[in-house]
């Protein structure tokens, strides 16, 4: 069981909100639910400022769940509205229902390469451990293998939504987005785009028109092939440029042509920026030599030019997700907010590879939206609460005044609504509001001994709102996979491919 700490409940639905009507069909009748449990998560449409004012913590709570996959009603169980008695009861209360978790950026070519010893930094990684790795999805094969095997570590972790980077192989993005489908599971993802690189590099490297007619065609065959709208699809596409060393001034004026004419359909822009400053040989060192610009971010901006002139259209937007972003400038932060991309922060792989801290307070203090990505497989933590962990102690281990202690509240945001908020699909999933989809997770304490010990220590504090800190601080740190026990996109329960032998 896990403990009361007097049943904070800012924000909770007033009892007299009225069921929707359940579908007429079998599938829907069953999918109508109400789960009962510790309801957690950060109301409304908060940002990181508002996470701990805006945090809902119902002990024994209800979350209702129409037909259509939506969340009907949420309180107390005891208050549960006379319309939805009726209903299908799931659970006992002793688990806890949060949010699903929501990874703004991981590898699924690097599925079977976490932990991959490569001898050095960002650069030699690549040459030595991806690269190669990323090479054997060529074979259509191996790719059905790995995306099957990609997909039930998504469930297992309770990653619920995802922005992937993909493979270079479009056979290899079919079987991505085959089984994420039947899965059942939400994701943005793109074809790795590189036209040039080392030799390592060679199988994975298309020519630059090739490169634009492969990126139309992904997006012409899977982008919101679900439903035909990016409202309410499950499956969405990126341009996925690998980053400013893959590909040359000629691949990214094509690419900003291209995107331009993609952006109203909903398309996302994903890629790396800022990840390595290892000086004179670095990442960010090689692409100012190679493109002779003022920053690395220029690149992306249009501006790739010598000079940092113009030379065709900008990536950035309200649906670019920079990954790492470790080493921004100020103007690069200023400008990514204010052309509404967001950041993925890597706090795990980044440890990996050397590649230094995220200023945090810099970085947020520019009103830049920064989720969480695990970044498999540089990162080797696939829990998305685990890269929280990270991130809570590389930014209190930052030097002087730039520490800070994110608090508990914080970190709930950082895996859930910032993810949502970085995939400009807040108004869709992210909390428990009223008439979002219901994706969530069901964590059993019970499962895990260390996570069970743990909780019953902690929340005993006198203070009501500091003894639910304890809990949220105290589950978040110490989840691991064996206590999720259910794992839910739009009110159904998703189930993973079996495991191949």
């Not at 957690?40 to 037909?67: E, F, M, N, T, Y």
């Not at 980053?243 to 996302?268: I, N, Q």
Request: aromatic share 6%; with cysteine; charged share 20%.
């Amino acid at each position: 069981m896990v403990p009361d700490p007097a049943g904070i409940a800012a924000g909770t639905a007033p009892g007299a909100n009225a069921p929707r009507a359940a579908g007429s069909s079998p599938d829907s009748a069953l999918l109508a639910a109400v789960h009962r449990g510790h309801v957690l998560h950060i109301a409304g449409d908060a940002d990181l400022a508002a996470a701990d004012r805006q945090l809902v913590s119902v002990p024994d709570g209800a979350l209702a769940v129409d037909a259509t996959g939506r969340v009907a009603w949420v309180g107390s169980y005891a208050d549960l509205p006379s319309g939805y008695t009726s209903w299908r009861v799931v659970g006992d209360g002793s688990a806890l229902l949060l949010p699903g978790f929501v990874d703004t950026h991981l590898h699924y070519p690097q599925t079977f390469t976490t932990d991959a010893y490569g001898g050095g930094q960002l650069l030699e990684w690549l040459e030595h451990c991806v690269f190669p790795a990323e090479a054997r999805l060529a074979d259509d094969a191996f790719a059905v293998r790995i995306a099957r095997s990609f997909t039930r570590r998504r469930i297992q972790v309770g990653t619920t939504a995802a922005m992937v980077f993909g493979s270079a192989f479009p056979g290899g993005q079919d079987a991505l987005f085959e089984a994420t489908r039947d899965a059942g599971l939400r994701i943005v993802s793109g074809r790795g785009i590189q036209t040039v690189g080392p030799a390592s590099a060679a199988p994975l490297l298309s020519g630059e028109d090739e490169a634009i007619t492969l990126v139309a065609d992904e997006i012409d065959r899977w982008h919101c092939a679900d439903t035909g709208d990016p409202a309410s699809a499950l499956l969405q596409v990126a341009v996925v440029p690998r980053f400013s060393l893959s590909v040359t001034p000629r691949t990214l004026a094509a690419l900003g042509e291209l995107y331009a004419g993609v952006r109203d359909r909903g398309v996302y822009l994903h890629t790396h920026l800022n990840e390595n400053n290892r000086p004179g040989d670095g990442e960010i060192a090689a692409v100012r030599a190679q493109y002779r610009v003022d920053s690395y971010l220029d690149t992306y901006d249009g501006l790739f030019l010598p000079g940092s002139k113009r030379g065709g259209e900008s990536l950035l937007g309200r649906r670019t997700i920079m990954a790492h972003a470790v080493h921004c400038t100020n103007d690069e932060l200023a400008r990514l907010a204010a052309s509404g991309s967001s950041i993925a922060h890597c706090p795990t792989s980044q440890q990996f590879l050397g590649s230094g801290t995220m200023p945090w307070r810099r970085t947020v203090g520019h009103g830049v939206t920064v989720a969480l990505g695990s970044d498999v497989g540089a990162g080797d933590e696939w829990l998305i609460p685990r890269v929280a962990n990270d991130a809570y102690k590389v930014h209190l281990s930052e030097p002087d005044a730039d520490s800070v202690a994110l608090t508990p509240p914080q970190l709930l945001y950082l895996c859930t609504l910032a993810g949502a908020r970085a995939l400009d699909q807040q108004d869709r999933f992210g909390n428990f509001d009223l008439g979002k989809e219901a994706d969530f997770v069901t964590i059993e304490p019970d499962r895990d001994e260390h996570l069970a010990v743990a909780l019953a220590g902690a929340g005993h504090d006198p203070d009501p709102h500091r003894a639910l800190y304890q809990v949220l601080f105290t589950l978040l740190m110490g989840l691991r996979e064996a206590a999720i026990t259910a794992v839910h996109v739009r009110g159904r329960r998703v189930v993973a491919p079996e495991r191949d032998r």
